[in-house]
């Protein structure tokens, strides 16, 4: 079996501050995904990658950067924290196009 | 684009009923249907899935059903226990369209009182 780590658990930042959370998965999987979700709400797309050092904007990815810098690893920056981006960022990733997305525990962003 | 509701949001059954969470979905070119379980504090976990040639699928307690025409997909969970109570949310993609992009619902918090 394999496993995905994000990191931090628990990330707290300034308005306006430039922020990162960071994904490690074990799975060899080929596609990585970073979600948002907010309370009471589905989760929303934010970026995927479908392979080492491709990008692909998924429904929020405005007011976010991604960066797949090797296959095993796909970080998400804020790039100006703003209050009412407070959520859960979620990291998943898929061996391709079955659908199956294996998920890490998340990371909670507050922004003071 | 694709549309999915999911009812209820909340849900308390006693132990040993059945809990039962529909979704809805708007583009009929979905082909991939999946429920997920969230616990308190972790990721969402695959519990089944079924592709659009499937109606009905039963596994460990769980049952998916699949309405095409009616653009439904239900979970039900015959006898819940303590243990089930989470988040589950319904999860679909359409055939050929961006690569493993899903679609959820909103999601619904099930409470299984003993």
């Known amino acids: 079996g394999g496993i995905i780590t994000q990191t931090p658990k628990f990330l707290i930042g300034q308005e306006g501050q430039k922020l990162t959370l960071k994904c490690q998965q074990n799975?060899?999987?080929?596609?990585m995904y970073w979600y948002r979700q907010d309370s009471g709400k589905g989760l929303r797309l934010i970026y995927y990658s479908i392979t080492e050092n491709d990008l692909q904007k998924g429904d929020l990815s405005e007011g976010y950067d991604a960066s797949r810098e090797k296959k095993s690893s796909f970080s998400l920056t804020v790039t100006s924290a703003q209050k009412n981006e407070m959520a859960v960022f979620l990291c998943?990733?898929?061996?391709?196009?079955?659908?199956?997305?294996?998920f890490g525990e998340g990371s909670k962003l507050t922004v003071l | 684009g694709e549309q999915v509701e999911q009812r209820p949001p909340h849900l308390s059954v006693r132990e040993g009923d059945s809990a039962i969470i529909i979704c809805t979905y708007t583009d009929s070119a979905t082909a991939y249907f999946s429920w997920y379980k969230q616990e308190a504090g972790a990721g969402l976990q695959l519990l089944m899935s079924?592709?659009?040639?499937?109606d009905r699928k039963e596994e460990q307690g769980l049952t998916v059903l699949l309405n095409k025409k009616d653009k439904r997909l239900s979970l039900n969970l015959t006898a819940a226990h303590p243990g089930d109570s989470a988040v589950y949310f319904c999860a679909v993609r359409a055939g050929g369209s961006a690569l493993g992009r899903l679609h959820f619902g909103a999601g619904t918090q099930l409470i299984v009182i003993p």
């Open positions: 799975f060899n999987h080929d596609t």
């Open positions: 079924v592709l659009s040639n499937v």
């Open positions: 998943a990733s898929s061996p391709g196009s079955t659908g199956q997305l294996y």
